[in-house]
């Protein structure tokens, strides 16, 4: 499975972006996987940004992000999308996408329990 994240761009504090994750795999559907957004800002771990159930559209996000991101898929088209609104300069990191190995368990934070990850996208937010 290849994920091929894309969206990212320089924009000022206050912008609003989308990020999109397009999975290439013909016998790969988001519909039957949990997948998620990370982020990785210099110097710094990779941290969990958002992530969708695959059973219900459910969503987790992290709590610098919650109430201004948003995660969502569109299963025809077989991608997830992450809009970013009212974007902060501490939102500056390349963003990835990746798939949840187990299905059984609800979204999980941990990017050790997430493989296939895209090559990620940079967001460069400015003050």
């Known amino acids: 499975v290849q994920l091929q994240a894309s969206g990212g761009g320089l924009v000022q504090a206050g912008d609003s972006l989308r990020l999109s994750c397009a999975a290439s795999?013909?016998?790969?559907?988001?519909?039957?996987?949990?997948m998620g957004w990370f982020r990785q800002a210099p110097g710094k771990e990779r941290e969990f940004v958002a992530g969708i159930f695959w059973r219900d559209g459910s969503t987790v996000y992290s709590d610098s992000v919650k109430g201004r991101f948003t995660i969502s898929r569109d299963t025809a088209k077989n991608t997830i999308y992450l809009d970013m609104d009212s974007l902060k300069p501490e939102d500056t990191a390349v963003y990835f996408c990746?798939?949840?190995?187990?299905?059984?368990?609800?979204?999980?934070?941990?990017?050790?329990?997430?493989?296939?990850w895209g090559q990620g996208t940079l967001v460069t937010v400015s003050s």
């Open positions: 795999r013909r016998t790969f559907s988001i519909s039957t996987h949990s």
């Open positions: 990746a798939v949840q190995r187990r299905a059984t368990i609800p979204i999980t934070k941990s990017p050790n329990e997430y493989s296939y």
